[in-house]
């Protein structure tokens, strides 16, 4: 089968059209964190931006495949989250639900028909794309809970806190709220991903 007149063709367009909304929507936690000082969280979440930016990346270059020429425009048609709006702990909640839906629904679905197609590459990277959307789910599930519950930057027993901008430590349960050596404040502390 040839891939431009296959419903992979297709799939790898809205899985791209996905991945740059899940860039920017994180792009959007991103600033909120930054805003309420949480310079930490936003470096954790830009870094999964990054990883949006580079399924994108792949998704596209798969695209490119199916034409020497120049693919003008794709007709897609399909669903997309829009349920974030400007609460951050509230955001990391629905990210975590959104990418447990790529991971868990629509990922290995775009996988089966790819293979059934006979496109084995595709396939695998679908099949990639879903393991990484697992652990980003894993992680977001982890820092909503954290926020949520109050315990980012408290705990039970006593842990190492790291700041992240001058690599300051000190053991506790409860992370300075000013670090002691660069004076930044407690949201470049380095948060405990659990
Ligand atoms: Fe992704
Ligand atoms: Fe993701």
Redesign the pocket.
């Known amino acids: 089968m040839e891939l431009i007149k296959s419903k992979t063709y297709l799939n790898l367009a809205k899985a791209y059209a996905?991945?740059c909304m899940?860039?920017t929507r994180y792009e959007m936690i991103e600033y909120g964190a930054r805003q309420q000082g949480y310079t930490f969280l936003a470096e954790l979440i830009d870094e999964i931006a990054y990883?949006?930016f580079n399924?994108?990346r792949m998704l596209y270059s798969f695209i490119q495949t199916a034409k020497t020429g120049k693919i003008d425009n794709i007709d897609i048609c399909s669903g997309y989250p829009f349920r974030e709006k400007w609460d951050l702990v509230e955001n990391l909640r629905l990210a975590a639900e959104d990418?447990e839906d790529?991971a868990t629904r629509i990922y290995p679905m775009y996988a089966k028909i790819a293979y059934e197609e006979g496109f084995k590459d595709i396939g695998g990277l679908f099949e990639n794309?879903s393991s990484?959307?697992t652990c980003?789910s894993k992680r977001l599930k982890s820092l909503h809970e954290q926020f949520s519950k109050g315990t980012a930057y408290k705990k039970e027993k006593s842990v190492k806190w790291k700041c992240s901008a001058c690599g300051y430590e000190a053991d506790g349960k409860e992370a300075f709220a000013v670090c002691p050596l660069c004076q930044a404040k407690q949201g470049v502390v380095q948060l405990q991903e659990e």
């Open positions: 996905g991945e899940a860039r990883n949006e399924h994108a990418e790529e794309l990484v959307e980003h």
